[in-house]
């Protein structure tokens, strides 16, 4: 089945950096790749995705670059807020009865 | 109900007793999914409902979970005999297409704490 890893496990950034998360998958019939934050005590959701016939999508300060060739994909967030801080998790598909398959998440600690 | 609704939010159980974890879907939502989060770890998948049939339940992790839906909505999960290794947050997800290639609601989970 699909592994997706996920790096690194803790991120520390300045207020108004910039922080980049990495993530690799497995199996090249993957064709959906998306992002879900999980705020402390809250439940996961859905930020950004995309899916293999594009290689970037943005929004706002959010964008997601997919390399396939690569099998890896990354999460960008420009201008670092408090509110960003949170858990992020990457998560890969190919659309069967298998489901999502996440990363262990990244930690990310925005510090004023 | 507005989103994805789990009950009990808490359970508090000792080892080898039965637990029963329930997932009300979002309303029209055809596919339904069971996550299991362990402390600091990711989410692992357990098993995936498209109306009331699961295609795939390789991903339980054992034989004492078993899952069933019935009226292509409410969704239970039950765990026998548990074990301590079974303390987790189980988080229940709903998506309105019945792929798996789409955004999930999730719920807000049952911390379920085995003694």
């Known amino acids: 089945g699909e592994n997706v890893e996920q790096h690194p496990s803790t991120l520390s950034v300045q207020e108004g950096d910039s922080a980049v998360i990495k993530c690799t998958y497995s199996d090249s019939a993957s064709n959906y790749f998306p992002w879900y934050k999980q705020e402390l005590g809250k439940r996961p959701q859905l930020i950004i995705d995309?899916?293999?016939?594009?290689g970037e999508k943005k929004d706002q300060r959010i964008a997601v670059t997919l390399n396939k060739t690569a099998k890896h994909f990354s999460l960008h967030i420009t201008e670092t807020q408090p509110e960003d801080s949170a858990v992020y998790f990457c998560a890969a598909s190919k659309g069967g009865a298998d489901g999502l398959t996440f990363g262990k998440g990244t930690h990310l600690i925005i510090q004023p | 109900g507005a989103g994805v609704s789990q009950s009990p939010s808490n359970k508090v159980t000792e080892k080898g007793k039965d637990v029963e974890l329930r997932c009300d879907p979002i309303?029209?939502?055809?596919?339904l999914y069971w996550y299991r989060q362990s402390l600091g770890q990711g989410l692992e998948f357990l098993i995936y409902?498209?109306?009331?049939?699961?295609?795939?339940k390789s991903g339980l992790p054992s034989d004492r979970f078993s899952a069933e839906r019935t009226g292509g909505s409410v969704s239970t999960l039950t765990i026998q005999r548990t074990q301590q290794e079974d303390s987790a947050v189980y988080l229940c997800?709903?998506?309105?297409?019945?792929?798996?290639?789409?955004?999930?609601?999730f719920g807000s989970g049952t911390q379920l704490s085995v003694l």
């Open positions: 995309i899916r293999s016939n594009v």
């Open positions: 309303s029209g939502h055809t596919a």
């Open positions: 409902f498209q109306g009331n049939s699961a295609p795939d």
């Open positions: 997800a709903s998506s309105s297409q019945g792929t798996t290639n789409e955004k999930l609601f």
